[in-house]
Structures are given as structure tokens and as C-alpha cells.
């Protein structure tokens, strides 16, 4: 066999059931392989961002490696974004590039670039492999590099001449890295003492991050809330991973996470931050975040704690390890826990603070009530899979749905990658193809990639894609109404160009348009009964703007709060 | 406050580029930089001094441990551990000179590498804070040129701790 059968052996040695890509001709001898036969199935992207976000929409809902599979040259450099994406997402990502003839490297040929050089600030590691035999070896070491520690993004490039080169297969059991040994085992005394900090506070939070689905401890996560009686912060990343109708549930901290949950953040005694990063959208300004907190810290990433808050008891290792660790200690010492009246201070701020927004008698559409409208017609439903792009309407559909499940909820944080939401929608129903997936998506993020749409279509990967249609670049327009005295400068889309529905219709997928409340609940609930590719275009109130805010650079008590106008009633 | 970090990389293509890069893109600040080959012909060895005047030292050590090629990354201490560094310095030498620069070079135990009708190429070896010295001697006197390997270090022979962090990579 060649090398490029030798990719996919690797591939179906690895247990890959799907990989994303788009060929070119530095991979033609690894398509050519596709066609002589293989396990993996293969998703034909429009485009190779496409494919990157696909296969991290595929990671993030399935909890494995996604693959995404490009040319050299613009090939790769597409994928730059999704990498650089699941970089700060830690989405466990092996892309695989084509890379012009080992002769031809350095030479400035065509479709030629350093795509290794390029990524290097944004990957765990890559590799650019220069003789067929290492084909086996780099791809071990790629899956497991990109699974194990902090998840993450690895690249393997390979001239198309390696991939011609004939070759007597055989895949190693075990990956050569001498320099990669994420921690496997965890300090018992630390986990002591984090208990020990549970046991005794009277207001702690678990500030709960993305890291706890990497990790699969969400059955670890419940039990040390429940047993503690300690109240859950999910971060955007992390929305799901704690039951949101759980009675322990407190919301999303951050920019414009509700008041309860940041106060709840920000006046606990303990906060114990779950493979949480303390990134600046969710603190805001550090200096005044949780002053008076004392901070327990865990995480697989050592290089983590400290890095913006110190820690006063940190604890490194595998977090279904840490969690169950401190549970059982917990339960050991049989302590009760002191945290109710801490329980009832958070009930009430939640009663207390709602999130609000002007219904506005109907008049007209609010993007709230699109994502309220959504979120109760999938009530009870534990086969919805949400994905987003970037901006308003993703904090709306933080704010609004309800997700009671791990990996129900797909988005961009770190990157905040506009465009994320609609590819990753087809990636993650390539992971769940029983799940009905609905993206929510702005009208500036779609029209980024919606070209994808057709792989949707075609690949029988349907999806329902949910366009809170404000007409501008919403988020955007949001800082400028704010901080720029509303003085508008290239935000402004408009509402009706493209048109939405018949854009759908053009890539065979079926389109609603929504101008007023009353179409939007049997527009949606068609969408999402329908089995096919959908795409809800919603109209809606242009300058409306979301709630509460904690301006950058501010402390997060200082959020920005909901004004109901005078003249508005309910 | 700088430290000197000694760090065992394995001897891979761009290995030195990811961390340099890691470096510049994390805002960290290189005083020096050497790398080598060590006993290992898969292993170099890379010496930087770093400026933890922003960042502390913790924090740099710990995202060169996340790097794949990274093996080890040690402090080295000072009293704990040798530091050296070589340099080479043209300096002007009409020969009136030379007499006054050859006494000064002694005391250093510096060797003169090579000589022109107006100029000398000094060799000195030394601790680096020796390499400082004998540079701010000799410059009243003109220097035209300089170069500095950057220091490399390793730690006491009678360091046990060492041998057996050795060891452990050796495996």
C-alpha cells in the first residue's frame, strides 16, 4: 500500500467514523485512497473552514477527535481559523493537510505554504512528515496528543510524495512521546484540603468551565454539587454540563451572564474553579473579580493555575479523578454542609434580578422570544443539540435555552468565531444523527459560511438553522450604541438582502421567513418537525440589545442592567 | 529578577521555533539563548536566561512543559550550578596599546584569538558577570566588534538531585 492508504488504515485503526475535508492536489493521492475503499466516512465541505468547524461541532458533540482533511497552500490556511478555535476551545482537532513534493518545499511552488510554520502558535504540536514509515507513528501520536491532557488541535502535514510512497503497514500501540506526560494521578493532600475548603465555607460557587466535559466528569460534577450543596456557574463553554433545571443551578457568569449568577461569582467565600480558565469575558476586570474569595483550582493544565488568578489551593490532574476525590472525602468526614442560607440568598437575587426585555406588546419581533419560543418547543426534549455562531444572539441563547445535558450546546467562546455556528450544526449531527441539531445563528454569521448549507443538504445531514435576523452586525452595533455614542459606522446588513428563505430554497433546504410573533411558533415548530434542512429566517427588532452587560474592563458588579422604557407596558 | 532555565528538548525540526514562538507570543522576555547537543545525539540541550520581571517563572516553566519536544525544564540555580559563557571582542590595538590590553587580558585569563595591524580579537571565557568586566574594560580602549555565545550552565557535580532527574528522563 501507499502512504495514503496508510492514513486511512491509521485513521480506521484509530476508530475515526467521519472526517470533514475538501480535496485539492496535494492530497489527490489521499483521495485516491477514499475511493479505493475505507471505513471513515467522508463529509464533502463547501469550503475548508467549513470542514474545521464541522469537525469541531463533531468533537464538541460526541466528546472524540474530530478530523478535517484539506489541500496544501489555501487549503490548509483555511483551516487556520477552526484551529485556531478549537485552540482556545480545547476541542481536540487532528487536521490533516497536504503539503506540495518534499522537493518541491522551501521552493515557493505552487499551493505551497509553511502551514506548520504558520500554526505553530495555535496547535498542541504538528508534524510535518518527510518519510512514509512515520505516517503510523505521527498519526498515534497526533489522536493521542490531541485527546489526552488539555484537549487541543494538532496539524499533520504530508507532501504529496510521502503519500505516494509505498509502504508495509503496521500501527504502533503506543505513541512515542517522551516529551508529552500530562498528569495521570492526583495529590491526595490537595484534594484533602479542597474538601477540607468545601467542608467549611459557608458561600462557595463552583465556577464550573469547559474543561469538565472534556474531561467526562459531568456524573462527578452532580455529585460533588449534591453533597456539597455547593451552587453551579456554568460558563458559555461549559452550558450543559450541569442540568440547568437542577435546583443548584445558578446561571452563567460573565459579560452578560444574569446579575444572580454574577453575584453569586462575585460575593462567595469559596470559588472552585472546575477546568475554568478565569478568561476576561467572564471575570471582567480581574482585579476587582471575587475579591473576597478564597480560590480552589482545578484543572489537567498546571500551566492554568496562576496564570491570571493565583490559587490558593490548587489541584492538577484528571478532573473525574479531582471531583470524585473530593466527593468521597466529603462523604468520608460527613460534615453537613453549612450552605443553605447561601441556597436561599441566590433564590432570591435569581427572583429578584429576572432577566427582562420589552415584549413590546407584539409590535414587534424580540429576539428573545424567538430563543423563549425555541427553548419551550423543545421542552423536555433530550434530543436537541444547540449550536451558535458569535454575538448577540449567542448570548441570548445562553440566556434563554435550557440545556439539561452534556454536549447539548455547541459554541465559539474563546475565538469567538463568527461563522462557527452553522458548520458546526453539521458536524454535530454527523455525531448525533438521531439528535434534532438547531443552530442559532445572527444574520453576520451566516452569511459567513452558509454556503455549507449545500453539505447539509446533500450529505443528508439535516439541520434547523434559527437566524435571529436583526439586520446588522448586532453585537458590534450594540458597542457602538454604548460606548460610541451610537454613532454607527458599517454595521447595517439589512433585513431583506439576502433573502434568507429563498437563499434556503436555492441549496434545496426549505425556508421560513418570520416578520411578527404570531408566524414564529408554527414557523419554528414546522422547521423543527420537518426532518429536512431548514432555515427560519426571523425578523427581528433591529435595535434591540442584550442584557445585562458588564462593559469591558469594568468589575463585574458593575453590570449594566435592563431599563425597562417608561412607556412600555409588559 | 532573571533566571537562567536549562531545558532538554528532543532534537527534532522546529523544535527551538515552538519555543521561541511560545515565547514571543506569551510576551515572555529572552535575555539568552544557547543550544547544543548534549550527551544524547537526540537530545539538545537550550539555555535561556529569562526576565521574570512580568512573568513569573512558574508560569514560563510550565507552558515549556506543555510543549511535546520539551523533555525537562530545571532552574539553574545559582550556587547550585556552573555558568559560563565565551565572547569574543575586536578591539582597536594600535600596537602603542597592545602592552596595557595583553596585562588587562591576563588578569581574565583571556587569549588573544587573533591579531591585526590596528586590532585584536580577544578570546574570554568565563562567568558571565566575568564576560561583563572584562567587556567594560577594554571598551575605553575602542571596541569595533563583539559577540557573545549567551551562557550555558549546568549543575554541580556534587548536585545529586540532578543525576537523578537525569536519570528518570533517561529512563
Redesign the interface.
Known sequence: MNGADAVLRSLEAEGVEVMFGLPGGAVLPLYDAMARGTTVRHVLARHEQGAGHMAEGYARASGRVGVAVATSGPGATNLVTPIADAWMDSTPLVCITGQVRTHLIGTDAFQECDI??VT??IV???W?VQDVEQIPPVLKAAFH?AHT??CGPVLVDIPRDVQEAEIDFRYPDEAD????RPPRRVNARQVAAAADALARADKPVLYVGGGVLNAGACTELHELAETARAPVVTTLMAKGAFPETHELFFGWPGMHGPKWSNWAMNTCDLLVAVGARFDDRVTGRLSAFAPGATVVHLDI???E???LRSADIPVVGPLRDVLAGITDRLRAEGRAPRTEAWLRQLEEWREQFPLRYARNGGETLKPQTVLETLRDLTAGRDDVVWTTGVGQHQMWAMQYLVCDRPRSFVTSGGLGTMGYGLPAAVGAKAARPDATVVCVDGDGCFQMTCQELATAVLEDLPIVVVIVNNGYLGMVQQWQNMFFDDRLSHVHLTHQVPDYAMLAEAYGAAGFTVSSEDELEPALAEALALGRTAVVDCRVDPREQCFPMIPAGAAAMELIEFEEPEEVVG | MKHTLSVL??NK??AL??IA??FA?RGYNIDSLAVGPTERHDVSRVTLRVDCDQH?L??IE??M???????RVAELVSGEAIERELALIKVTAPPVRRGELLALAEVFHARVADLGPEALVFEVVGSPEEIDSFEELVRPHGVKELVRTGRIGLTRASDRTGIKRRQH?LR
Open positions: 506548520v510554520g505553530i502558535p498542541k504540536h504538528s510535518l496528543v491532557g488539555r512521546l517522551p516529551g508529552w493544565d498546571s500551566a493555575i496562576g496564570k | 528538548v528532543e525540526p522546529g521555533m515552538r514562538s511560545m507570543r513569573p512558574e508560569q510550565k507552558q512543559h506543555k510543549l511535546v519536544n520539551v523533555l528522563i
